[in-house]
C-alpha cells in the first residue's frame, strides 16, 4: 500500500534534544573534544583586545567555532555560513547553539571577524595548541619534516594587473587593509636582497599577492600556502603564507622549522622537499642546522651538448682547486663574485696543448668552472639522495602533497576569499586547523558502531 504523508507539522510542544540528534560518528562531534580543549584559555588570550565597556562583541569562541565549520565543509562564505549554522541542526549544536539561539548576522559575523578578532592572531594560537594536543597524543614523531607549498589564487583579477610604476598609491583616497598592510610592508622592508628583482604586474586590489604561472596554471595573483608536516602522520606542525614566489617559499621553511623547534620543541632529523628547496644557500643553511637535506640538488651545470659538465672535475678539498679530466689543475683567487659564485680557471698553455680541447672549452680559450660557496653542501645532499632513506623520504614527502589535494577537493579550497598577506595568513591557519582535527579524529576516535538516529 502506497504510504502517505499526513504528520501535522503545527505542533505546539516537542519533546527535543539537539544533543540526540547529532550522531556518534559525525565529524563535528568527534572533533569537539579537541575543539573545547584547545579553546580553553580563549577568553583569558583575547581579554586585552576586547574593551570593558560599550555593546558585547559576538562570543569569540562561537566565532571560532563557526569557522571551523566552514573551512571544514567548504562553505567559505560568511553569508552562506551564517545561513547554514542557522539551519542545520549539527552545526548549531557544535557552535553551541540552541534550537531558539539567533545566529549571527553575515554583517555583524564579518565586522567582528575582520575588527580585533584578526588583529588578535588567536588562530595562531588555537593552531599551536592543536598541534601541542597531536604531539601529547603522540601522532607527532618529530624526525622526519617534508615540506611543500601550493598555489592560491588571490581573490584579484588576474586581467587586471598594472606595472608597479603604473599606480600610484597616495592618489587613493580610502586604502583597503590590504592596500594599507602592503604599503606598511614595504615602507619596513627596505632595499630589495641582493639578486631579487621587484614584481613587474601588480594588483591593485591586493598588491602583496603574486603575478604567477607556477604550477603549470594559467597566469594569476596567488599566494602560497606553505605546509611544514610531520612524516609519521602527516600532521601539519607549522603553516606559513607567502606570496607565491618560490624565494618566498623556502625562505619561510626557515622560519617554520625555527619556530617549531621554539614552540613546539620538536626539531627535524631530516627534511624531505623537492628540487625548488635544492638550491646551496639553503642546503647549507640545513647543514648548519644538523638537518639531514632528503631533497634533489637544485643543478645546472649539467651540459647536454656532449662537452665536460662540472661534474667531469673532480673537486681537490684540502688544495682547494679542480682537477680536470686530462689531469690539469683548475685554481681559484677565492673572490666571490656577483653572480654569488667562486671561479675555478685552467691554464691557458695546458687547455692550448689539450687533445680534450674540442669536449671541454671549444670556443673559449681556457676553461672555468664555477663553484657555488656551499658546494660541500650540495655533495652531501647528492650523496644522501643515492640512499635507501632518501627513497623513503620521497615517499612520504607525497603525503604534504595529499594535504594540498585534500584542501582543494574535499574543502572546496582554492581561491581565496580574504585579501592581503594577513588574510591569506588566517585562512591558511583555518586550513591547518581543519586538517589536524580531521587527521585527530581518524586517528584518535572511534566511531561507534551503530550511529544514533
Ligand atoms: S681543455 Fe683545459 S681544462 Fe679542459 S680538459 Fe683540457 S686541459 Fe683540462
Known amino acids: 500500500m502506497m504510504g502517505r504523508q499526513t504528520a501535522d507539522q503545527r505542533r505546539l510542544f516537542y519533546e527535543f534534544h539537539l544533543e540526540d540528534r547529532v550522531p556518534g560518528n559525525h565529524l563535528l562531534r568527534r572533533i569537539n573534544g579537541f575543539v573545547a580543549a584547545a579553546l580553553s584559555d580563549l577568553h583569558s588570550e583575547l581579554a586585552s583586545y576586547y574593551s570593558h565597556t560599550g555593546r558585547p562583541s559576538i562570543d569569540p569562541e562561537l566565532m571560532i567555532r563557526m569557522l571551523i565549520v566552514g573551512y571544514t565543509y567548504g562553505i567559505r562564505s560568511e553569508r552562506q555560513l551564517c545561513e547554514e549554522v542557522s539551519l542545520n541542526l549539527a552545526y548549531r549544536w557544535f557552535c553551541r547553539l540552541d534550537l531558539e539561539d539567533e545566529v549571527p548576522d553575515h554583517s555583524t559575523f564579518s565586522k567582528n571577524r575582520h575588527g580585533r578578532f584578526r588583529d588578535s592572531d588567536i588562530l595562531r594560537h ?37 606595472t608597479p610604476d603604473e599606480i600610484d598609491w597616495s592618489k ?9 598592510e602592503y604599503l606598511e610592508a614595504l615602507g619596513e622592508a627596505g632595499d630589495l636582497e641582493p639578486g631579487r628583482k621587484p614584481p613587474k604586474v601588480i594588483s591593485r586590489s591586493d598588491p602583496a599577492s603574486a603575478w604567477t604561472a607556477k604550477a603549470n596554471k594559467r597566469v594569476q595573483f596567488g599566494y602560497g600556502l606553505n605546509y611544514l608536516i610531520d612524516n609519521e602522520h602527516a600532521v601539519i606542525v607549522d603553516v606559513e603564507a607567502t606570496p607565491a614566489r618560490t624565494y618566498d617559499e623556502v625562505a619561510s621553511t626557515r622560519v617554520m622549522i625555527r619556530r617549531t623547534a621554539e614552540r613546539v620543541g ?7 622537499a623537492d628540487t625548488a628547496y635544492g638550491t646551496g644557500k639553503f642546503l647549507g643553511w640545513l647543514r648548519d642546522e644538523d638537518i639531514e637535506p632528503h631533497i634533489p640538488v637544485w643543478d645546472r651545470s649539467r651540459r647536454e651538448d656532449g662537452t665536460f659538465s662540472r661534474g667531469d672535475f673532480a673537486y681537490d678539498v684540502d688544495r682547494d682547486l679542480y682537477v680536470c679530466p686530462n689531469g690539469k689543475l683548475l685554481r681559484s683567487t677565492g673572490r666571490l663574485h656577483s653572480d654569488g659564485t667562486y671561479r675555478y680557471i685552467a691554464s691557458k698553455r695546458d687547455c692550448d696543448a689539450c687533445p680534450f680541447k674540442p669536449k671541454c672549452c671549444r670556443k673559449q680559450p681556457v676553461r672555468r668552472v664555477l663553484r657555488d660557496p656551499n658546494e660541500t653542501a650540495r655533495d652531501y645532499a647528492r650523496r644522501l639522495a643515492e640512499t635507501e632513506a632518501f627513497e623513503q623520504s620521497s615517499r612520504e614527502r607525497k603525503k604534504v602533497e595529499m594535504r594540498f589535494a585534500h584542501l582543494k577537493t574535499h574543502h572546496g579550497f582554492e581561491r581565496m576569499r580574504l585579501r592581503g598577506l594577513s588574510g591569506a595568513r588566517d585562512e591558511f591557519h583555518l586550513a591547518a586547523i581543519v586538517q589536524n582535527l580531521k587527521t585527530m579524529a581518524m586517528r584518535l576516535t572511534k566511531p561507534p558502531a551503530t550511529a544514533v538516529a
Open 126 to 162: 588555537l593552531f599551536e595548541r592543536i598541534v601541542m594536543a597531536c604531539v601529547v597524543a603522540g601522532l607527532v614523531r618529530g624526525e622526519g619534516f617534508s615540506v611543500d607549498a601550493s598555489v592560491m589564487e588571490a581573490d584579484a583579477s588576474r586581467y587586471h594587473g598594472l
Open 172 to 180: 587613493t583616497a580610502k586604502p583597503s587593509r590590504a592596500v594599507r
Open 266 to 272: 620538536l626539531k627535524p632529523k631530516r627534511l624531505a
